[in-house]
């Protein structure tokens, strides 16, 4: 079966510095890897996707994650956060045919932008 | 065009009652899935459907929870004689699939259900 584990379920930055949200993944299979963002009171929002292409995947707002095999990481990152960048962020991981199958979903980071 | 519907948004009941909550999918999403989010836990996957195919009810957690759909529309989620390890948001995701290919799960606003 597959898992996520995500490290820090708050992450707090500054304004304008970068974001690093952690994320490893452990699968039987070779996996597609997903962060979706949750802003309050507002729905599930895909923010990138891995599947199998390129290994460094870019995503909505300047954020970006790199799939790294031999570390089983799929880290999130954004060389300088906004205010708006206040939400929480969820790594998910999906094994089904096509990623189409159900996703399994880490903790969570909450993520605090510090004006 | 619309996104996935849900509704109640809020759902307040006591605990031993039956509650059901709708999902209404993007329409021409032919897969549908419910997942919960428990206060501090991620989301958990608890039942899939995919066109004509038998659902995957693996996520079910107890008999207390059933979900239908009719054809690729509607679903509803009813969870029986509800406990207070129920309260939680509950969300829907739709998605269509084409061979080959990913394609991306669009949830909606969720349906928060606490049970007294």
């Known amino acids: 079966a597959q898992s996520v584990t995500q490290l820090g379920s708050h992450v707090s930055v500054s304004e304008g510095a970068l974001v690093l949200l952690r994320c490893n993944y452990s699968s039987s299979v070779p996996p597609y890897l997903f962060w979706y963002v949750q802003y309050p009171n507002q729905g599930l929002q895909l923010l990138l996707k891995y599947t199998s292409a390129a290994t460094l995947v870019k995503g909505i707002n300047g954020f970006e994650a790199e799939f790294k095999k031999s570390e089983t990481s799929f880290h999130l990152t954004k060389p300088s956060a906004h205010m708006s960048d206040a939400a929480e962020y969820f790594c998910a991981v999906s094994v089904g045919r096509f990623g189409n199958e159900k996703l399994t979903f880490g903790t969570g980071t909450r993520l605090t932008i510090i004006p | 065009g619309a996104g996935v519907s849900q509704s109640p948004s809020n759902k307040v009941t006591e605990k031993g009652k039956d509650v059901e909550l709708r999902c209404d999918p993007i329409s021409g999403h032919t897969a549908l899935y419910w997942y919960r989010q428990r206060l501090g836990q991620g989301l958990e996957f608890l039942i899939y459907?995919?066109?004509?195919?038998?659902?995957?009810k693996s996520g079910l957690p107890s008999d207390r929870f059933s979900a239908e759909r009719t054809g690729e529309s509607v679903s509803t989620l009813t969870i029986q004689r509800t406990q207070q390890e129920d309260s939680a948001v509950y969300l829907c995701a739709s998605s269509r699939p084409l061979a080959g290919t990913y394609n991306e799960q669009f949830f909606g606003p969720g349906t928060r259900l606490t049970v007294l």
């Open positions: 459907f995919q066109g004509n195919s038998a659902p995957d």
